[in-house]
C-alpha cells in the first residue's frame, strides 16, 4: 500500500512562497502520477496540479503561473513549489499518487497523504 507523506507546510504573508513535498517511504514514486490538491474550510476538495508519468505537468487556472509541480528522482520525491500566494490559497493540502500514466480525475486516486496545513495571512 502506498502511503504518502505531506511536509512544508506552515503560514505565510500574502505574496509569499512555500514548498510542499510528497514522499513516500516503501515504494517508488516514479511509477506513480501524483497529484496536488487543497481543501479550504468549508468547502469541497480543489484540484491544483498533477505530474504524470509521460507528458507534461498539468495546473488548475486558479495556481497557472504560479504553482510549479516537479519530481525528484534521487530523492523520491515530489514538490509543489507555491509563490505569489494568495489569503485565498489557505486551506489543507493533499498529494496523491495513482499508479497510471495520465492525470486522473480526484476519485480515481486510490492513495492519499494525511494532509498538511498552509495559511496565506497577514
Known amino acids: 500500500q502506498l502511503q504518502l507523506v505531506e511536509s512544508g507546510g506552515g503560514s505565510v504573508q500574502p505574496g509569499g512562497s512555500l514548498t510542499l513535498s510528497c514522499t513516500a517511504s516503501e515504494f517508488s514514486l516514479d511509477r506513480y502520477t501524483i497529484g496536488w490538491f487543497r481543501q479550504a474550510p468549508g468547502k469541497g476538495r480543489e484540484w491544483l496540479s498533477c505530474i504524470p508519468l509521460s507528458g507534461r505537468p498539468k495546473y488548475a487556472d486558479s495556481v497557472q503561473g504560479r504553482f510549479t509541480i516537479r519530481r525528484d528522482f534521487a530523492k523520491n520525491t515530489v514538490y509543489l513549489q507555491m509563490d505569489s500566494l494568495k489569503s485565498e490559497d489557505t486551506g489543507t493540502y493533499y498529494c496523491?499518487?495513482?499508479?497510471?500514466?495520465?492525470?486522473?480525475?480526484?476519485?480515481?486516486?486510490?492513495?492519499w497523504g494525511q494532509g498538511i496545513q498552509v495559511t496565506v495571512s497577514s
Open positions: 496523491s499518487g495513482r499508479h497510471s500514466s495520465y492525470c486522473p480525475l480526484a476519485h480515481e486516486y486510490p492513495h
